[in-house]
């Protein structure tokens, strides 16, 4: 089945600082990805609809100019989180359509904490 | 909007069957997705239904009521390494989830 491989797995940051999470389809071509959140205990909450060569589609709520997304390939998309504040630390995972077939398939998760 | 709801905890002894319920409100429906999250890690696909009725898969089937806005997800012969959170999410234009059940499979 499709590969969607995300990195990093984790990262600490300060707060005010940047941090990029990136999400690769490997062995497929994704025109588009999702990107979820999900706090402790809680189910995942889509932030985002990441599209190929055009701007994302933003969930209400969720920030644009603070949750920055670039899907400039056919394989990548971006997710930047700017000015991290503590309250920003979540599990970050991305999706894709698997073109094989009806499913979904995510990455492997990005735990950030904001100190 | 969507409207996706399940039960919070279960709780089960190995070797038994438990039952999830998901009952759903959509604005149109495209199919719905049962998945498995371990604590920590990203979500693995169990099952999809997208036409009423049951869909079995070794030790887990999953049910699909349209009219009714209503699925549920088996598990039979439970493992302790069944214990996760089941996520029942279903898809209109887009995937959304439920809060997800919490199964605890005890000795």
Redesign the interface.
Known sequence: GAVVSQHPSWVICKSGTSVKIECRSLDFQATTMFWYRQFPKQSLMLMATSNEGSKATYEQGVEKDKFLINHASLTLSTLTVTSAHPEDSSFYICSARDPQDYGYTFGSGTRLTVV | GQNIDQPTEMTATEGAIVQINCTYQTSGFN?L?WYQQHA??????LS?N?LDGLEEKGRFSSFLSRSKGYSYLLLKELQMKDSASY?CAVRSS???????T?VTVRA
Not at chain 2, 40 to 45: D, S, V, Y
């Open positions: 199919g997705f920590g890690e990203a979500p693995t696909f999809y997208v996520l887009e995937l959304s989830f439920g809060a997800g919490t």
